[in-house]
């Protein structure tokens, strides 16, 4: 039994920032790994970052390297991610996945997903 609600979503112009949050309840733990992908209409799921149970692993796209952060707070069940820079071709909606493995610095997700947070940047 495990909930995941994103949130933070919004409307910037192209360089604002955002910063999304991905509350977890129910059956988690701090050792579980998490991510965030996202996705348009018509396209796969994409990866974004992730970041292992004790925060010590940390893995981004390349599209997130250099302008995103992701963090966690495991007393507050919650993950994070940092969005500077923000491009229009960053609009999508934003999942966070909980559950996941992290191998060789890729994430294979869970079947564990929020709702998704929408994120539009204009231009």
């Known amino acids: 039994q495990v909930q995941l609600v994103e949130s933070g979503g919004g409307l910037v112009q192209a360089g604002g920032s955002l910063r999304l949050s991905c509350a977890a309840s129910?059956?988690?733990?701090?050792?579980?790994?998490m991510g965030w992908f996202r996705q348009v209409p018509g396209k796969e799921r994409e990866f974004v970052a992730a970041?292992?149970?004790?925060?010590?692993?940390?893995s981004y796209a390349d599209s997130a390297k250099g302008r995103w952060t992701i963090s966690r707070d495991n007393a507050k069940n919650t993950v994070y991610l940092q969005m500077n820079s923000l491009k229009p071709e960053d609009t999508a909606v934003y999942y966070c996945?909980?559950?996941?493995?992290?191998?060789?610095?890729?994430?294979?997700?869970?079947?564990?997903w929020g709702q998704g947070t929408q994120v539009t940047v204009s231009s």
């Open positions: 970041i292992s149970g004790n925060g010590a692993i940390i």
């Open positions: 996945n909980l559950g996941g493995r992290l191998l060789n610095r890729r994430y294979f997700p869970a079947r564990y």
């Open positions: 129910g059956r988690t733990s701090s050792s579980d790994n």
